[in-house]
């Protein structure tokens, strides 16, 4: 039986520093809605830190997304996808 996603958002890493939040939408946009796409920026330089996340409005484009940008070359560098940890999911590891 195949995994069942957890959820809509990815966790995209080893984006290029110069990647942006637009760059980040228009990457993920032919897998399906996106609701957010948000780069992590250092808090003092406001520079991108090299992640951030995708949300999709549904777990199926997610998953499309996953499968064909994980390990994909992005502006020279080998970026990873997963889907992204929850609070809930811990919640769930907990008990």
Do not use: C, W
């Amino acid at each position: 039986m195949a995994k069942r996603l957890l959820g809509s958002q990815l966790f995209v890493s080893r984006l290029s520093f110069y990647t942006t939040h637009n760059d980040l939408k228009r990457m993920f946009s032919p897998f399906g809605a996106i609701t957010e796409a948000r780069l992590v920026v250092d808090s003092r330089t406001h520079r991108p830190k090299g992640f951030g996340f995708v949300t999709f409005k549904s777990d199926v484009d997610a998953q499309n997304a996953l499968k064909a940008m994980n390990g994909r070359i992005v502006d020279g560098n080998l970026i990873f996808v997963e889907v992204a940890k929850t609070n809930k999911d811990d919640d769930d590891n907990l008990r």
